[in-house]
């Protein structure tokens, strides 16, 4: 009776042992469910507008960019150490929030207030076809008073762009003061940008 007790003892006391396993192998899943979850909830937490700059406080980075055309001015970093605010928009033809923001920038460049501070708005063209910006901007109207023809992006990343729109706000003597990210409507404007470049000038 004994010998025949011994196995029953020596099953329960084995049983546990791999069902421990199952559970050791969840718990790598269940710290990446939960990191995932983390990054998540950081990534569409607040306004993806006010996305932190690691240029904002410091000088926009040097850089010089040929013009869409010949007869029509370029962009260099020297454009935005003026003694005005300058607001530096990134944009593209093949960037669908861009045309839907392209409106507001109209209305913003054509803002007697602005034009009478010495407030000027400018363009990047972001890793697109010189042609192709041309053509957007005869078709759709052209609120800048200079672009330069970023092809390579190289400019862009200097800048920290995350996508195209993006608007930084820049001082007289060439310091980042603000970064938009994202297509600007009237609201924005009137309620971000506006008061925005309004610090910029003091």
């Not at 969840?26 to 006010?50: E, H, K, N, T």
């Not at 913003?108 to 076809?129: M, R, W």
């Not at 003597?173 to 971000?192: C, E, H, L, Q, R």
Request: glycine share 8%; hydrophobic share 40%.
């Amino acid at each position: 009776m004994s010998e025949s007790s011994e196995p029953s003892l020596s099953a329960e006391t084995d049983a546990p042992a791999p069902s421990r396993r199952p559970r050791l192998i969840l718990v790598p899943l269940i710290v990446f469910a939960a990191i995932a979850a983390l990054l998540l909830v950081r990534l569409f937490a607040g306004d993806d507008s006010r996305l932190p700059s690691a240029l904002i406080g410091k000088d926009v980075p040097h850089f010089t960019l040929p013009p869409l055309a010949a007869g029509h001015p370029g962009l260099s970093d020297s454009d935005l150490r003026q003694g005005h605010v300058t607001l530096v928009n990134v944009f593209a033809s093949w960037c669908v929030p861009c045309h839907v923001e392209h409106p507001a920038l109209l209305s913003l460049s054509q803002n007697p207030t602005l034009a009478k501070e010495g407030v000027s708005l400018v363009g990047i063209a972001y890793k697109d076809n010189s042609e192709n910006v041309r053509r957007f901007l005869n078709a759709a109207g052209d609120p800048f008073a200079r672009v330069g023809a970023d092809t390579s992006g190289d400019t862009g990343i200097q800048f920290g762009v995350y996508g195209v729109p993006e608007t930084y706000i820049v001082k007289g003597d060439g310091t980042v003061a603000y970064k938009f990210v994202g297509p600007m409507d009237d609201d924005a404007i009137a309620s971000v940008i506006l008061p925005e470049i309004e610090k910029a000038r003091r």
